[in-house]
């Protein structure tokens, strides 16, 4: 995961700042008065009005099957019946995540589908019955009935007093015209009778219900979150099949980073040592030729090829470092970071406080994390000088590159700090870019320890 600031050179949008609308002017309805008005509101109380109703025959059908289900399992129609009965909750609560889908914008995951390792009714069944969503969708039928009632109670009371008396300057002339009574009576026994009937007590009526009003969309609001927790803790999916599913896709991160990593080296293999290797076997083979005629001009040819073998010598180096380098291995992050700093084209500071080595893999991951950002700050930020820190908070392995330069770093349009984010998140890191125009630029990698 990354998150990046941007700036304003050509890297990323600034967007809208807090409490601007879209034409860049500042609303001039604060959110309190907005709020019975918007659709958002609107939406929420149709969801909680709707929740009834829903909730009823939810309720209905999981009590109705799992009674006459269970009342049958003396025959083996029971099975059948409870499979029904759990295939017909998960149905509803496929229906419920759209409904909370399209009123509550709650986008909740579908839950993991039904594991069957054979074809056929039995295989159906027992993998109806061995699922877990399939139990919690038949909880949420049975407890959002009690919850929608509650809700339900609630809203509609405070949506339709608040509305009423906010209106009753509007209205209060139907008690006299047509109710043979001076107002609303707000009290009344044998001998007294109390009416709002005066402008003082029709305002103070109108008052009430305008905070009533003013109130009712975050009561409302308040409702729908429990809602919101119903839905994604009963309907959506578990944390272990969340795990999995997170899990495949960093095993398919990892395979496709390892993939990209050896087509690298082939390719810097095949572009570079290789070719320089080629060249001097040939220019050895002309060397031997003419060895015999020309001594000097074979001395030359020699002195040629022996400055290549160097130069294929430091770019095997080269590669390795990008690898694995051996002062990794045998002496830690401190000795191999201090190296790459040194290679830097800026002065770079380096502070390592690790009380132990983490684990190699880990270890690696960091080694090629700061080696690319110091790479991106001799290529791009034309810096002046720039930091490294590496320090351990409880069971994380913490890293922090700073530089001096120009900024606007962006890793989000596939570039070197996309494919580090990717990695990080791979093995559960986070990789966190702080680039804002003009500089500085702080990147923040967070690994998980496992030594």
Known sequence: MATTRYGDTGYGDTGYGQGYGRDGGRRRMPAGLRAPFEARHWRELGYVLLSLPVSVLMFTYAVTMVSLG??????????????????????????????????????????????????????WMGAVFKSGSSWRQLLYAVLHLPWAVFSFTV???FWSYGWAML????????????????????????????YLDNPFEIGVTALIGLLITLATPWIVRAL??????????????SRLSARVVELESDRGVVIDTAAADLRRIERDLHDGAQARLVNLAMGLGLAKEKLAEDPRAAARMVDEAHGEVKTA???????ARGIHPAVLTDRGLDAALSAVASRCTVPVTVEVDL????????EGIAYFTVSELLQNISKHARARSASVDVWRAESRLMLQVTDDGVGGADASRGSGLA?????????????????????????????????
């Open 224 to 237: 729908t979150m429990v809602d919101r927790l119903l839905v994604h803790g009963l309907l959506g999916p």
């Open 419 to 451: 494919g580090l984010a990717e990695r990080l998140d791979a093995v559960d890191g986070i990789l966190v870019v702080d680039s804002p125009a003009g500089g500085p630029t702080t990147v923040t990698a967070e690994l998980p320890w496992r030594g």
């Open 313 to 319: 010598l430091q770019e095997l180096r080269d590669l």
């Open 70 to 123: 269970a009342g049958l399992l003396v025959t083996f129609l029971g099975i059948p019946v409870l499979a029904a009965a759990l295939a017909g909750c998960r149905g509803l609560g496929a229906m419920e995540r759209a409904r909370a889908r399209a009123l509550l914008r709650v986008d909740v995951a579908d839950p993991e589908p039904l594991r069957m390792r054979d074809s056929g009714l039995m295989a």
């Open 167 to 194: 209106t009753y300057p509007l209205w209060f002339w139907v008690f006299p015209a047509y109710a043979g009574q001076d107002g609303l009576q707000l009290y009344g026994d044998e001998t007294h009778s109390v």
């Open 355 to 362: 009380p132990s080595r983490p684990a190699p893999a880990i």
């Open 155 to 157: 809203s509609v009371a």
